[in-house]
């Protein structure tokens, strides 16, 4: 399959462009705060110039197996409880200072639970599934390979839309050429939307289930989020299409903030008495959402556990996303197990999307995995228990970084196959600098699931639309805000 090349732009159109895609991000907040920033200055998004070309089939693959993997992932929760809490047991002693605060976290929202169950059966899942399209396989129809199963806090839902929208509105205005992309090559993005029809699906259901007619979502944020916007238009939407209000607090702030009712754990705010029917996280993902006042956020973490609201996620369904059971979820059997009635069409376009990951253990794939890390490591990514990007060792660096820890730690990362993904030359633009060089881009699929996490069962399972991501190929990492990527758009053919 054969695709149209980046439309051909002059300087002086380049920096016609540059001025119009700017304005159009300011005026429909597409951006992001700069460093140090002043509440009343946003700056916009880095994004690329042109929708980045992505083969059709590759992209409806990644769609078509959401379901599945929302699926996977709550079933494990749900049904499989024991056995996940039995790695994760394990993973605590290798990882005590986040996998093990978790856990403990969690430990001690049951322990101090009525008859030691957690209050609110209702849990939501809102998720991202990370792909990249594999060049190896080129002979045929390139297939899409997972990052990552992201299960907290999974951002860009909002300015993906917005990026979408952006691309559309060069392409409807000509600066591509007349009419270059069709409206079927250049999807628009759903997510906010269907981020925040999520949401308010859980807020209906609790307020079913506690039989009342108020009720807030509470978004917990970083200090100073700089990507504060792309969280802010899932909020417009709440109050837009369904008025639910949204309130925002860090965990700094809940032990003073909020109050828990003791007859029935009803989570409050004390200001003004709101009730709160979900807790949606987008911080509390890494050390350092702790680490400056661990007393105070660990335990905010245990409150809102506890409490009666619907969490986004769970303390479970959180750490059902690490890289550790994202490595064990890889085995055909184990999936099957976890989903009884999947079919066989599903379960191999599930298992599809797999490289090969390998455990560094004591086992016989550990031993083999331990040979590859000093033999072939560039072949290979080391990951640790960790979230939020720049926390990976590549390739020639992961035998040195091995050696530096005792071995009896290895246990505690996971050794993946490395994804070759395709480049294009298309152009990033970064505050007023554009950047001509090679791109591979991300795609990230949302999913929604709203399940009953004590007696499994699903309520409502949902594709939430998706996201590109692109950064220079010369760069082992993405992230956006961390600048070393860019928002950009699918073109698909
Ligand atoms: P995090 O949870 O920190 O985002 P990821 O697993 O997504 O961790 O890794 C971060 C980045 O590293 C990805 O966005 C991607 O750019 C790169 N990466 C991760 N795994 C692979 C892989 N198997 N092949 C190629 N690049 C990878
Ligand atoms: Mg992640
Ligand atoms: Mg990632």
Redesign the pocket.
């Known amino acids: 399959m054969s695709y149209k090349p980046f439309p051909e732009l002059t300087k002086a159109d380049e920096s016609k462009v540059s001025e119009l895609l700017s304005q159009w991000s300011l005026a429909n907040g597409l951006v992001m705060y700069p460093p140090n920033f002043k509440t009343y200055s946003a700056a916009i998004a880095p994004t690329t110039l042109f929708p980045t070309p992505f083969p059709r089939s590759a992209f409806q693959n990644a769609v078509d197996v959401q379901q599945s993997f929302n699926e996977l992932y709550t079933n494990l929760v749900a049904n499989h409880k024991e056995w996940l809490i039995e790695v994760i047991t394990q993973l605590s002693q290798h990882d005590v200072g986040f996998t093990g605060k978790l856990f403990e976290a969690y430990n001690k929202a049951v322990e101090e639970s009525p008859n030691k169950e957690l209050v609110q059966p209702l849990s939501l899942g809102v998720f991202r599934n990370?792909f990249?399209i594999d060049n190896q396989e080129a002979s045929s129809t390139p297939g899409i390979k997972q990052?990552?199963f992201?299960t907290v806090s999974v951002s860009f839902g909002a300015l993906s839309t917005k990026v979408g929208q952006l691309h559309n509105y060069l392409n409807k205005f000509g600066v591509y050429g007349k009419n270059y992309y069709s409206n079927d090559e250049l999807p628009i993005s759903t997510s906010i939307d269907e981020l925040a029809d999520s949401l308010a699906e859980a807020d209906s259901h609790y307020k079913k289930q506690q039989s009342v007619d108020d009720s807030i979502i509470l978004f917990i944020v970083q200090p100073n989020e700089r990507n504060c916007f792309d969280q802010r238009h899932i909020e417009y939407s709440l109050i837009n299409n369904h008025s639910i209000k949204s309130v925002r607090l860090t965990l700094e702030e809940i032990e003073s903030q909020v109050e828990v009712r003791n007859s029935d754990q009803k989570l409050f705010i004390k200001a003004t008495s709101e009730e709160v029917s979900v807790v949606y996280f987008r911080s509390g993902y890494g050390p350092s959402d702790y680490d400056l006042n661990p007393e105070l956020t660990w335990n905010a973490r245990v409150i809102l556990e506890k409490s009666a609201a619907i969490k986004c996620p769970s303390l479970l369904t959180q750490l059902s996303g690490s890289?550790k059971i994202q490595q064990i979820l890889t085995k055909k059997e184990i999936v099957k197990k976890i989903l009884p009635s999947i079919t066989e069409e599903d379960l191999s376009k599930l298992l599809s999307t797999f490289?090969a990951i390998y455990p560094l253990d004591d086992t016989e794939e550990g031993k083999l995995a331990k040979k590859l890390a000093f033999e072939h490591p560039e072949r290979f990514?080391l990951?640790p228990q960790?979230?939020?990007?720049?926390?990976?060792i590549y390739k020639a660096n992961i035998p040195g970084f091995l050696k530096s820890i005792d071995e009896k730690e290895w246990d505690a990362y996971i050794l993946?196959?490395?994804?070759n993904p395709p480049t294009h030359k298309n152009k990033l633009i970064r505050n007023d600098e554009i950047y001509n060089e090679d791109i591979v881009s991300?795609l990230g699929i949302f999913g929604t699931i709203l399940f009953d996490e004590q007696k499994g069962g699903i309520i409502s399972n949902k594709n939430a639309g998706f996201l590109l991501r692109s950064?220079f190929s010369s760069s082992?990492?993405?992230g956006v805000a961390a600048g070393f990527g860019c928002v950009d758009n699918v073109y698909l053919y």
């Open positions: 990370d990249m990052i990552e992201n890289k490289v990514v990951k960790r979230e939020g990007g720049g926390n990976n993946m196959e490395l994804i991300e950064k082992d990492e993405g």
